[in-house]
Structure formats: structure tokens, C-alpha cells
């Protein structure tokens, strides 16, 4: 089976920098993604990770280290616009693509 | 289209109804998911379609559940009797070949509310 583990919520200051955990346990791996959500609209994809290390896209980063199961986000430079859920997806290994499972996600409110 | 289309946005029915979901995906996509999101919660798997045949439908919850993708383009996912616990938001995804590096695009999402 899959579990997923993130923070509930979190509250950051604009400007700031803020990182998001993301702890697994699956019967497989073969990825883990990073989507952002904001309310009421649909995910969207932010990252990929599937190898050890850091992965950096503009003001977003994200981590891997497949030996502990675990995962970060690192938003830079908030801005007010980076409230949203960012959900954490694992996809697992099979021998044909299949489905990625979700966390809860996390809510992250940018106050001023 | 542009991206994931679906329709209705929003359904209201009243238990023990029929009622039909729409998802139109990216254009040239083989794969498509459809997903249900409960408030404050992640999206919840509920099948996998490769082309026509559905790859992976474990996450469908019992049998009043069934989706189809007859010409491997537009998916319809159909529900029997509904229960006042199937109120979620159901989103639908895409991705270009279902490859294990593909992200998947996600439509706004039909949110059902049964009565």
C-alpha cells in the first residue's frame, strides 16, 4: 500500500522562504511529483523528482531521497499569489505506467 | 482543446439517482484518470484508462461505480443509486502516453453534491 505524510497546514510571510515535507511508504517508487492547488480550481503540476537530490525551477525546488522516503518543496521569495495546497504524489513502480497517489496536501497561507 | 474539459461543473442530485460525468481530455493524450477529492483532502484514485480499456480501475469503491472510454478520447464515468457520501469534486487528468515520466493535466473538476 501507499501513505503519504504532509503538514496540514502552514503560514509563511511574503517574501520568505518555506519548505514543505513530504514523508512516504509505498510498495513501490517510481517518482514523486509536486502539484499546486488552489481553492476551488484544478492541480497543477510544479515538479518531478525520481532520482536523489535537488531539482530547481525558477523560485520552486524540490528534493528527493528515495532511502528515507522523504521529499521537500522549497517556495523562495513568496508572494501572496503562492497561497494554495501543494500536494505531494507518489507514483509506484509497475511494469506499465499507472496512477500516482496523493497526500492530503498542504495549505499554505503567504500573509503580509 | 486546450486542456481537460469537463462537464457538468456542478451537479446536484438527489440520493439514489443516476448520474453522468464528462471528461474531455488533452487532444492526442492516450491516458486519462479520473480522481475524487473530498474537502481538505488529496485526490483519491479512482481508474486509469489506456487508450480504450481501462488499465487500473482498483480504485473504483464498489459497483454502482463504472467509467468508459469507448474511442479512446472522451470518458464518461457513471453512477448508480447515488449515496450522500459520494459528494466530492471528480476531477479528471490526462497525460500524453501514461509514461512513467508523464505529469498529469487536471480538467476543473464536476463537483457533485447528492442530496
Known amino acids: 500500500g501507499q501513505n503519504i505524510d504532509q503538514p496540514t497546514e502552514m503560514t509563511a510571510t511574503e517574501g520568505a522562504i518555506v519548505q514543505i515535507n513530504c514523508t512516504y511508504q509505498t510498495s513501490g517508487f517510481n517518482g514523486l511529483f509536486w502539484y499546486q492547488q488552489h481553492a476551488g480550481e484544478a492541480p497543477t503540476f510544479l515538479s518531478y523528482?525520481?532520482?536523489?537530490g535537488l531539482e530547481e525551477k525558477g523560485r520552486f525546488s524540490s528534493f528527493l531521497s528515495r532511502s528515507k522516503g522523504y521529499s521537500y518543496l522549497l517556495l523562495k521569495e513568496l508572494q501572496m499569489k503562492d497561497s494554495a495546497s501543494y500536494l505531494c504524489a507518489v507514483r509506484p513502480f509497475t511494469g506499465t505506467a499507472s496512477k500516482l497517489t496523493f497526500g492530503t496536501g498542504t495549505r499554505l497561507q503567504v500573509t503580509l | 482543446g486546450a486542456g481537460v474539459s469537463q462537464t457538468p461543473s456542478n451537479k446536484v442530485t438527489e440520493k439514489g439517482k443516476y448520474v453522468e460525468l464528462r471528461c474531455d481530455p488533452i487532444s492526442g493524450h492516450t491516458a486519462l484518470y479520473w480522481y475524487r477529492q473530498s474537502l481538505g483532502q488529496g485526490p483519491e484514485f479512482l481508474i486509469y484508462?489506456?487508450?480504450?480499456?481501462?488499465?487500473?480501475d482498483s480504485g473504483l469503491p464498489n459497483d454502482r461505480f463504472f467509467a468508459v472510454r469507448p474511442e479512446g478520447s472522451v470518458s464518461t464515468l457513471k453512477i448508480q443509486r447515488t449515496e450522500r457520501g459520494d459528494s466530492a469534486v471528480y476531477l479528471c487528468a490526462s497525460s500524453l502516453d501514461g509514461a512513467n515520466t508523464g505529469e498529469l493535466f487536471f480538467g476543473e473538476g464536476s463537483r457533485l453534491t447528492v442530496l
Open positions: 523528482n525520481v532520482l536523489d
Open positions: 484508462f489506456q487508450g480504450t480499456g481501462a488499465a487500473d
